[in-house]
């Protein structure tokens, strides 16, 4: 008998939804068959068998929410151990909807498989409380304290029927796990909206999913942890315009469309090997600079934002850029990227322009040392020697992680920026 686990989909990955199964018991599997989607906070994936043998039981139905890394999916008869199955990008996401997925995650043994000892839902001394995904839902909306609650589920498990029976006077319990680190290190309590002044039932609450969750923790961590700076300058951009109107007209006959964008990402890349030590990340084992400038983009999705990759942008011409940033953002968009066109990268461009944003400051994506925010470009007088002209005038802001890009370093990268910006021509010399 073989137990196919739950994949981690990226290094990052502790739970995710099963999305949809592709076979059903009895059915016959070999290695290699797709057999399952799964869903993470950005990305949608296939999950291959890794070994051959008949679906004897599912585990986990479809629709499962927060099924962790590593927890049985389902059993296959023939096999000879346990086996991880291997994920690869999904060619069509169809999740179930959410009502459906949460009425079936209330059958036994789904995202936690049952311990071989019946544990009491009541939490004591940091024990782990045992409930289902909709039950922690239920309990979060009402206010209620999982521990003052006793399961009537497998093996003492908190159902949805007992959140719903609880009195909602019993408000969630803060832990030390829930307190976010203050400037000191000391923790610091997280008060509910009813202690903080807003009556319950004066708002809806929208629960929060896998990517918002990521994000949050993600941003609070960069934002607490990483010591940055903005720097801001203004650039003119009309040659840049008008360049891009000659580009256009050019790649007309071959369907390709360059915008701003992509133009700011290819001088990103070029100042970047211009200026390397602003091509860095920080790391305890001392500062790497990076061999090519992989360009991160940020891309707003529905619940969140993600940041698909230009790999070697500084090699790329902006016919390139411009069809893998199309591809990519539309990928993006249906959550239909693969973990490495979205890990990592070397910097971040962040471009709230075309929302009419004339200036603001970005958070640092880690391992990264450095985030562009970008503006809108609009016309502004301009002196130039002792005359007065009209310009289209671009802000632009670099937040810096102080650890690898210093002031003197990231006003070097700008002055670089600048002049591609300025006279885009510059980037073919």
Same mark, same amino acid.
């Given at each position: 008998? /073989?137990?196919?686990? &739950?994949?981690?989909?990226?290094?990052?990955?502790?739970?995710?939804?099963?999305?949809?199964?592709?076979?059903?018991?009895? @059915?016959?599997?070999?290695?290699?068959?797709?057999?399952?989607?799964?869903?993470?906070?950005?990305? /949608?994936?296939?999950?291959?068998?890794?070994?051959?043998?008949?679906?004897?039981?599912?585990?986990?139905?479809?629709?499962?929410?927060?099924?962790?890394? *590593?927890?049985?999916?389902?059993?296959?008869?023939?096999?000879?151990?346990?086996? %991880?199955?291997?994920?690869?990008?999904?060619?069509?996401?169809?999740?179930?909807?959410?009502?459906? =997925?949460? %009425?079936?995650?209330?059958?036994?043994?789904?995202?936690?498989?049952?311990?071989?000892?019946?544990?009491?839902?009541?939490?004591?001394?940091?024990? #782990?409380?045992?409930?289902?995904?909709?039950?922690?839902?239920?309990?979060?909306?009402?206010?209620?304290?999982?521990?003052?609650? $006793?399961?009537?589920?497998?093996?003492?498990?908190? +159902?949805?029927?007992?959140?719903?029976?609880?009195?909602?006077?019993?408000?969630?319990?803060?832990? =030390?796990?829930? &307190?976010? $680190?203050?400037?000191?290190?000391?923790?610091?309590?997280?008060?509910?909206?009813?202690?903080?002044?807003?009556?319950?039932?004066?708002? @809806?609450?929208?629960?929060?999913?896998?990517?918002?969750?990521?994000?949050?923790? #993600?941003? /609070? @961590?960069?934002?607490?942890?990483?010591?940055?700076?903005?720097? /801001?300058?203004?650039?003119?951009?009309?040659?840049?315009?008008? %360049?891009?109107?000659?580009? !256009?007209?050019?790649?007309?006959?071959?369907?390709?469309?360059?915008?701003? !964008?992509?133009? +700011?990402?290819?001088?990103?890349?070029?100042?970047?090997?211009?200026?390397?030590?602003? !091509?860095?990340?920080?790391?305890?084992?001392?500062?790497?600079?990076?061999?090519?400038? @992989?360009? =991160? &983009?940020?891309?707003?999705?529905?619940?969140?934002?993600?940041?698909?990759?230009?790999?070697?942008?500084?090699?790329?011409?902006?016919?390139?850029?411009?069809?893998?940033?199309?591809?990519? %953002?539309?990928?993006? #968009?249906? #959550?239909?990227?693969?973990?490495?066109?979205?890990?990592?990268?070397?910097?971040?461009?962040? !471009?709230?322009?075309?929302?009419?944003?004339?200036?603001?400051?970005?958070?640092? *994506?880690?391992?990264?040392?450095?985030?562009?925010?970008?503006?809108?470009? $609009?016309?502004?007088?301009?002196?130039?020697?002792?005359?007065?002209?009209?310009? $289209?005038?671009?802000?632009?802001? &670099?937040?810096?992680?102080?650890?690898?890009?210093?002031?003197?370093?990231? =006003?070097?990268?700008?002055?670089?920026?600048?002049?591609?910006?300025?006279?885009?021509?510059?980037?073919?010399?």
């Amino acid at each position: 008998m /073989t137990d196919i686990l &739950m994949p981690a989909l990226s290094p990052t990955m502790e739970e995710g939804t099963l999305a949809k199964w592709l076979v059903k018991k009895g @059915d016959t599997v070999s290695a290699g068959d797709v057999i399952a989607e799964i869903e993470t906070d950005k990305a /949608t994936m296939e999950v291959e068998a890794v070994d051959e043998g008949v679906v004897e039981e599912i585990l986990v139905e479809a629709g499962a929410e927060g099924v962790k890394v *590593n927890a049985p999916i389902a059993r296959l008869s023939g096999g000879t151990e346990t086996k %991880a199955p291997e994920p690869k990008p999904a060619e069509t996401a169809e999740p179930e909807a959410p009502a459906k =997925a949460e %009425a079936k995650s209330e059958t036994p043994a789904k995202a936690e498989p049952a311990p071989a000892k019946a544990p009491p839902a009541k939490a004591k001394d940091g024990e #782990r409380i045992f409930a289902s995904p909709l039950a922690r839902r239920i309990a979060e909306q009402k206010g209620l304290d999982l521990a003052a609650i $006793t399961g009537s589920g497998p093996h003492g498990r908190i +159902i949805e029927r007992d959140v719903k029976d609880a009195k909602p006077g019993a408000k969630a319990a803060v832990t =030390a796990a829930a &307190m976010p $680190t203050g400037r000191r290190g000391e923790t610091r309590p997280v008060q509910s909206l009813q202690q903080m002044g807003i009556p319950e039932g004066s708002y @809806d609450l929208i629960p929060l999913d896998g990517m918002r969750k990521t994000v949050a923790r #993600r941003m /609070t @961590d960069s934002f607490r942890d990483v010591p940055h700076f903005p720097l /801001t300058i203004d650039l003119e951009i009309d040659r840049l315009l008008e %360049a891009r109107g000659r580009i !256009n007209t050019m790649l007309e006959k071959d369907g390709v469309k360059v915008s701003v !964008n992509d133009i +700011i990402l290819k001088a990103c890349a070029v100042a970047l090997k211009r200026v390397p030590e602003a !091509n860095a990340s920080y790391s305890p084992e001392g500062i790497a600079l990076h061999h090519h400038a @992989d360009i =991160a &983009m940020a891309v707003a999705v529905e619940g969140g934002l993600i940041t698909p990759i230009i790999r070697k942008c500084e090699t790329k011409g902006l016919a390139q850029i411009a069809q893998e940033t199309k591809d990519l %953002a539309e990928r993006a #968009r249906t #959550r239909k990227l693969k973990p490495e066109e979205f890990q990592g990268g070397t910097f971040s461009v962040s !471009n709230l322009g075309m929302f009419g944003i004339k200036s603001f400051g970005s958070i640092i *994506n880690e391992p990264q040392g450095a985030i562009l925010s970008v503006g809108a470009g $609009t016309k502004q007088p301009v002196v130039r020697g002792d005359q007065l002209a009209i310009a $289209t005038v671009m802000s632009v802001t &670099m937040t810096c992680d102080h650890r690898v890009v210093d002031g003197a370093t990231g =006003a070097r990268w700008l002055e670089a920026f600048k002049a591609l910006i300025e006279e885009p021509l510059a980037m073919m010399v």
